[in-house]
């Protein structure tokens, strides 16, 4: 293996711009791109990374959004008794809405189903039919 040799020498990469004959622009033409020595292009990536603080609103994050729990009437009508309070405290204890992320979620009525019993509703969020059925019922609303 040590006596091999290659039968032909290497031939080395002609290097331009270092005087002779080539003249003042060495065969590269004149300003532009492939005039200059180093990397001739930009790799794709790097445009987006210089691009990036500029795009609008990179620095803000959306604020928490506050998750509700929805509630239709005809849940209240089957979980209650006449004259029961209603809050999202009670709703929990009775298990009828969970806490999202360990806390307390809002709670929002919606007028889905019949309401016959009259109720107290405290601390709740309530749709324009909901609370016209509520009263109607003769249920109070704080």
Do not use: W
Not at 41 to 51: D, V
């Amino acid at each position: 293996m040590h006596q091999l040799k290659i039968r032909r020498p290497r031939k080395k990469k002609k290097r331009i711009g270092r005087g002779g004959k080539r003249g003042t622009y060495s065969g590269k033409g004149i300003k532009g791109q492939r005039a200059r020595a180093g990397r001739r292009f930009e790799p794709i990536i790097r445009s987006l990374i210089k691009r990036y603080p500029k795009l609008r609103g990179y620095r803000l994050k959306p604020g928490p959004k506050t998750k509700v729990a929805i509630l239709n009437l005809d849940v209240l009508e089957k979980n209650f008794a006449p004259e029961a309070k209603v809050s999202p405290q009670v709703l929990l204890e009775k298990r009828l809405i969970r806490r999202i992320k360990g806390r307390t979620p809002q709670v929002k009525i919606l007028a889905k189903g019949q309401l016959k019993k009259s109720l107290q509703v405290q601390g709740c969020l309530l749709s324009k039919k909901a609370k016209e059925a509520i009263e109607k019922a003769g249920g109070q609303i704080s």
